[in-house]
């Protein structure tokens, strides 16, 4: 069982060029964050999605877009990359908090991005 | 404003006493859950503890319990017994129903446990 699969997994980038990165969840959740982690700041939301078709911004979006096209997918774009985008990146889903169910986040192995 | 207020940057603890990591949270939302995290040096983020706003008792797994203290805004994580596997970097996080449901952390306390 795949869980949250975020790829890639390493990125080195220069000033200025574009990237995506995907993440894919198979466990038919509503919910899906972005965050970045980066030394002392824990981790900060960037964007977030509560269904298809939407997004949301979190604490941090400047600099970064998202679309949600599919349930199971959630994609973050960096238009023209900075070094202050340098960070690692996590992707998780959870369910609607109304389902009764357990509620916590579940994560991807985190992309490790380098802008340079 | 900081919603959630990891007061300890970094801990050392000696093998197997237990250890209380501290949480402060900041909501005006009447329904919302605490989780925390675990994320050892190799980078996953892994799960250990929730507690939800009307739950009455402090929850608890294995090893970790929560100390829910509503009225103060607190919801420490105690580790019993601690081990070396436990050393790592420990998040604390907060969803809010009535805020889109998203999911805020705090900055984290790293652990390290010593022989």
């Known amino acids: 069982n795949a869980g949250v699969t975020q790829t890639p997994k390493f990125r080195v980038l220069k000033t200025g060029q574009s990237m995506t990165l995907l993440c894919a969840q198979d466990?038919?959740?509503?919910?899906m964050y972005w965050y970045r982690q980066d030394p002392g700041m824990g981790l900060r939301l960037i964007h977030y999605?509560?269904?298809?078709?939407?997004?949301a911004k979190g604490e941090v979006p400047d600099g970064y877009n998202v679309s949600r096209l599919k349930k199971q997918n959630f994609l973050l774009g960096l238009e023209s990359a900075a070094p202050s985008q340098t960070s690692v990146y996590f992707c998780?889903?959870?369910?609607?908090?109304?389902?009764?169910?357990?509620?916590?986040?579940?994560f991807g192995q985190g992309t490790r991005l380098t802008v340079v | 404003a900081q919603k959630i207020t990891q007061t300890q940057p970094g801990m050392f603890v000696q093998e197997k006493e237990a250890v209380t990591l501290d949480c402060t949270y900041d909501?005006?939302?009447?329904?919302?859950?605490l989780f925390w995290y675990k994320q050892p040096s190799s980078g996953e983020m892994i799960f250990l503890i929730y507690?939800?706003?009307?739950?009455?008792q402090n929850a608890t797994e294995g090893r970790y319990s929560l100390n829910f203290q509503k009225a103060r805004k607190s919801a420490n994580l105690v580790i019993s017994a601690s081990q070396l596997g436990d050393s790592a970097m420990y998040f604390c996080?907060?969803?809010?129903?009535?805020?889109?449901?998203?999911?805020?952390f705090g900055k984290g306390t790293r652990l390290h446990i010593l022989p």
């Open positions: 909501t005006s939302d009447p329904s919302y859950g």
């Open positions: 999605s509560v269904g298809e078709g939407t997004t």
């Open positions: 466990m038919n959740h509503e919910y």
């Open positions: 507690q939800g706003s009307y739950d009455q």
């Open positions: 996080a907060m969803r809010e129903v009535f805020r889109d449901d998203k999911i805020i």
């Open positions: 998780a889903s959870s369910p609607n908090s109304g389902t009764g169910y357990s509620t916590e986040a579940f």
